[in-house]
């Protein structure tokens, strides 16, 4: 059974940062590409970042401009996505997903597998 448990959202103030973390279960971690997804109430799933098996390749979404940064430890079999200077645009529910494919998940916003969500809620 596939597991994608997203932690580490909540509520933060316009410039401030938080950091999302993503365990991933029941899949060889290394094997897949890893991204985060986001989607605000009223709109459409939006990409935010994804990264390959190995890290070494990494997309984002245009409207991070620099602010976010995703990686992973392939040890722990977790991904992360560190964002700084937040505002209150980035409020949205963030997903874990898991592809074998990172043009996939950049591409058409779809993947093979999907976490339960974590809120993030910037205050201006």
């Known amino acids: 059974q596939v597991q994608l448990v997203e932690s580490g959202g909540g509520l933060v103030q316009a410039g401030g940062s938080l950091r999302l973390s993503c365990a991933a279960s029941g899949i060889t971690f290394r094997n897949y590409a890893m991204g985060w997804f986001r989607q605000a109430p009223g709109k459409e799933r939006e990409f935010v970042a994804a990264?390959?098996?190995?890290?070494?390749?990494?997309n984002y979404g245009d409207f991070v401009k620099g602010r976010f940064t995703i990686s992973r430890d392939n040890a722990k079999n977790t991904v992360f996505l560190q964002m700084n200077n937040l505002n209150p645009e980035d409020t949205a529910a963030y997903y874990c997903?898991?592809?074998?494919?990172?043009?996939?998940?950049?591409?058409?916003?779809?993947?093979?597998?999907w976490g339960q969500g974590t809120q993030v809620t910037v205050s201006s």
């Open positions: 997903a898991a592809d074998f494919s990172l043009a996939t998940m950049t591409t058409t916003r779809k993947s093979a597998y």
């Open positions: 990264v390959n098996w190995s890290g070494g390749m990494r």
